[in-house]
């Protein structure tokens, strides 16, 4: 039984646009989110994080909204770059222990 | 800060023969690590929670005694892959929970590198 689920495995975005990467999850006992970037044969680098408290993180370029009625959470980055091209999961944790999505291929064009 | 480090990281080895990896918070201490297993494109599994001073808590399916875990210090834990096979090739990648407060669950974890383990 998958907890975490991103059902977009890949996502193509224009540079300079947005791109919205989607994460549902099952288990309304999940407290803590996060969003990683991962490049291959490497370690996700974290990027953002929300607590189950709120509904909006923002750091820069990048928005994480959690709707907890829904068991869903989005990342927004704005505007993308090539840069940004990578594999993104989120994860969702209950006391620590993180529950990974399949993650979802992001790719800017320039 | 929250550097996680691993060692080695890429190691090829016959099939019977052991593989240490390590994995080093370099600069925060960190009581709890963990231990993920990536298979091609897909997800991150979790394989074990490892804490100072004590047993490694390992996830359902996961034999403790293929995949041995320690965690002597606050910087190091090491996973050993014992009698290796060629179905244990992966990539192995460590976590480390930068935790503010003991009592607090919202914390994060920042990830080694990974180790690519080929088994021949």
């Known amino acids: 039984d998958q907890q975490v689920k991103q059902n977009s495995p890949s996502l193509s975005v224009q540079e300079g646009r947005i791109s919205i990467l989607n994460c549902d999850y099952t288990?309304?006992?999940?407290?803590?989110f996060l969003w990683y970037k991962k490049y291959p044969a490497e370690g996700p680098t974290f990027l953002i994080s929300?607590?189950?408290?709120?509904d909006k993180n923002e750091d820069g370029r990048f928005t994480v909204f959690l709707n907890k009625s829904a068991k869903h959470l989005s990342l927004h980055i704005v505007p993308s770059q090539p840069g940004d091209s990578a594999v993104y999961f989120c994860?969702?944790?209950?006391?620590?222990?993180?529950?990974f999505g399949t993650g979802t291929r992001l790719k800017v064009l320039a | 800060g929250a550097v996680v480090s691993q060692h080695p990281s890429r190691v090829i080895c016959k099939s019977g023969t052991s593989v240490k990896i390590e994995c080093r918070s370099l600069?925060?201490?960190?009581?709890?690590m963990f231990w993920y297993r990536q298979f091609p494109k897909q997800s991150l599994m979790l394989m074990a929670t490892?804490?100072?001073?004590?047993?490694?808590?390992?996830e359902q399916g996961v034999e403790k005694d293929k995949f041995l875990i320690n965690h002597a210090s606050l910087t190091l834990s090491t996973l050993t892959v014992t009698s290796a096979h060629p179905e244990d090739s992966s990539f192995y990648i460590c976590?480390?929970?930068?935790?503010?407060?003991?009592?607090?669950?919202?914390?994060?974890?920042?990830f080694g590198p990974g180790t690519r383990l080929t088994v021949l």
């Open positions: 994860a969702a944790s209950r006391t620590y222990k993180y529950i």
């Open positions: 490892s804490n100072e001073g004590s047993k490694a808590t390992y």
């Open positions: 600069d925060f201490q960190a009581t709890t």
């Open positions: 288990n309304s006992m999940f407290d803590y």
């Open positions: 929300i607590s189950s408290i709120k």
């Open positions: 976590s480390a929970r930068d935790q503010k407060n003991v009592w607090d669950t919202a914390d994060t974890q920042y």
